[in-house]
T-cell receptor, first 115, second 111 residues
Framework: ETGVTQTPRHLVMGMTNKKSLKCEQHLGHNAMYWYKQSAKKPLELMFVYSLEERVENNSVPSRFSPECPNSSHLFLHLHTLQPEDSALYLC??????????????FGPGTRLTVT | TQLLEQSPQFLSIQEGENLTVYCNSSSVFSSLQWYRQEPGEGPVLLVTVVTGGEVKKLKRLTFQFGDARKDSSLHITAAQPGDTGLYLC???????????FGEGTQLTVNP
């Protein structure tokens, strides 16, 4: 496997279900990100992990819970979601330097539908 | 908060035409990236520019970073239907771990 992988690619869940999204990066990067992309809306940054510590949480509802067990893996745990949470969820990784951040590499995304 | 404005938001052209997409900000960025995204897929990195005034070419695509590192442009020559997609610009902060993304330009190239 190369780059950034995400599983599952598609997920349909009811509002009372609990599910998890998984992301794995094979690039040796030290930062990982979760984004939400809704139809006709710009990318929304949800969470940032740098060196396995959460450094940013952009007012995301508590029904979304991230986990970063090591620098290569990132999870997004989902529970009691709402229909408006249906979107494409993208994971990305990057190498963060003292001089700043350069390119991010994205996974293919998980298309989530909440019924 | 840093903002990146992309223009135009939507562009529909005929195969063979040229086009330019713009990405502007009042903030200085350490780097600027351009991505292309197809429906249902993640954005794919096209190029990174880091030096003010830098120009990079990728086949029919020409990318330029402004002298002051606040803006960028993407020019496509002789567009083809395969160029269709959402083009996103993103600026790297001078410190920290974030990229600031523009809202994107949806390009459609008709055969």
């Amino acid at each position: 496997e190369t780059g950034v992988t995400q599983t599952p690619r598609h997920l349909v869940m009811g509002m009372t279900n609990k599910k998890s999204l998984k992301c794995e990066q094979h690039l040796g990067h030290n930062a990982m990100y979760w984004y939400k992309q809704s139809a006709k809306k710009p990318l929304e940054l949800m969470f940032v992990y740098s060196l396995e510590e959460r450094v940013e949480n952009n007012s995301v509802p508590s029904r979304f819970s991230p986990e970063c067990p090591n620098s290569s893996h990132l999870f997004l745990h989902l529970h009691t979601l709402q229909p408006e949470d249906s979107a494409l969820y993208l994971c990305a990784s990057s190498q963060v330097w003292t001089s700043g951040t350069y390119e991010q590499y994205f996974g293919p995304g998980t298309r989530l539908t909440v019924t | 908060t840093q903002l990146l404005e992309q223009s135009p938001q939507f562009l529909s052209i005929q195969e063979g035409e040229n086009l330019t997409v713009y990405c502007n900000s009042s903030s200085v960025f350490s780097s600027l990236q351009w991505y292309r995204q197809e429906p249902g897929e993640g954005p794919v990195l096209l190029v990174t520019v880091v030096t003010g005034g830098e120009v990079k070419k990728l086949k029919r695509l020409t990318f330029q970073f402004g002298d002051a590192r606040k803006d960028s442009s993407l020019h496509i020559t002789a567009a083809q239907p395969g160029d269709t997609g959402l083009y996103l610009c993103a600026g790297g902060e001078t410190s920290g771990s974030r990229l600031t993304f523009g809202e994107g330009t949806q390009l459609t190239v008709n055969p």
